[in-house]
């Protein structure tokens, strides 16, 4: 079989794709969207996986430009007409789950974090829609891509009008970027210049939900999952509420959550469930436990989120069962 797996440069992901290829007994090789591009053209029989590219970019309208340039290379790739070509996750289901809108209107049924706003244009707009609301606290994302890029964690007192926002977000110099520290925000013009920056890459506005805690951290899961099937999860916590790891925050072990198995089964229903509506063969499923009841939610789905170091650097489980599972499917 010829199985490439693909990016715009080798990398952590593409190395251990490879490296549990060759644990299963199958010969991957890397090459880039562009040698893709051309392959499907030439009509060359290729089993595919696509990986993100891989991005060093920091500021935040610079990168939201190259995230934009991916996902219309993507539509490209899935326009071609393919008859040689077999895809592990399809070009058009990743680019339905890097649109966080249009993704949870595939997950009718199914419990989502809320859209309070589909489009926030700009800091006024969104100041006027907390102060005429009942609503004091959101999450303002980009509603195109993925990780935590841009998200912001807004609280605005009902009475006094004071924000505080928690971000990964700084301006360097008067460039908004993207930084791996959460940092907090009181001061209006600075977090005015965040908001209208953050809109410029086409914004959404979501509910704040409070998450369930461990060990006096906030959690939410990352679960991998696999044409109906669990593969792992990972316990993403932080002192704050976002949860990201790349943002140095820490991983533990689902199992010491010690959940009732009825959330676990729950866990895995809807997160298997959230796959299969998207039109996924794999995919990461975000998913909280709400701080009161511990109900599960799903925050969004990630087409290519079944990268998790825990398991890479141990037994690199996921990729195996994915290839293995893939190649007898074929």
């Known amino acids: 079989m010829n199985i490439c797996v ?18 299963v007994g199958e010969t991957i090789r890397f090459i880039t969207y562009e040698e893709l591009t051309e392959a499907i053209r030439e009509q060359k029989q290729l089993f595919i ?19 934009t340039s991916y996902i219309t290379l993507l539509k490209e790739i899935a326009s071609i007409p393919v008859q040689t070509v077999t895809f592990l996750n399809q070009p ?56 935590a890029g841009g998200i912001m964690a807004i609280r605005r007192h009902p009475v006094s009008g ?41 914004a959404l506005a979501e509910q704040w939900i409070p998450k369930e805690k461990v060990n006096n951290e906030t959690y ?6 696999r044409v109906g099937t669990v593969e792992h999860i990972v316990v993403r916590c932080s002192k704050g509420t976002i949860t990201n790891l790349h943002l140095n925050n820490r991983a533990h072990s689902f199992a010491t959550l010690n959940l009732p198995e009825e959330l676990k089964k729950d866990i895995y229903r809807i997160s298997t469930q959230a796959v299969q509506q998207t039109d996924l063969y794999y995919g990461g499923v975000d998913v909280l436990l709400r701080k009161d009841n511990s109900q599960p939610y799903i925050i969004e789905v990630n087409g290519q989120g079944d990268h998790i170091y825990e398991d890479i650097f141990n037994e690199n489980r996921i990729y195996k069962n994915q290839l293995t599972a893939w190649v007898k499917s074929i």
Not at 49 to 67: F, N, Q
Not at 220 to 225: A, G, I, Q
């Open 162 to 202: 004071e924000w505080i926002v928690y971000t990964p977000l700084n301006i360097d110099a008067g460039i908004v970027r993207n930084t791996k520290r959460i940092r907090r925000w009181t001061d209006l013009s600075g977090i005015k210049d965040l908001v209208d920056t953050v809109c410029q890459c086409g």
């Open 49 to 67: 996986k696509l990986e993100p590219p891989v991005y060093r970019e920091t500021g935040l309208l610079a990168y939201h430009a190259l995230c």
């Open 92 to 147: 058009e289901a990743i680019l339905r789950t890097l649109d966080k809108v249009e993704a949870k209107r595939y997950l009718t049924g199914l419990p989502v974090t809320p859209v309070l706003l589909e489009e926030v244009s700009c800091f006024d707009e969104l100041e006027t829609f907390l102060s005429t609301g009942r609503i004091s606290s959101l999450f303002l994302k980009p509603r195109f891509g993925s990780g």
């Open 6 to 23: 693909v990016s715009n440069q080798p990398s952590r992901r593409t190395e251990y794709f490879i490296q549990a290829g060759k644990l």
């Open 220 to 225: 939410d899961l990352r679960v991998v999952c």
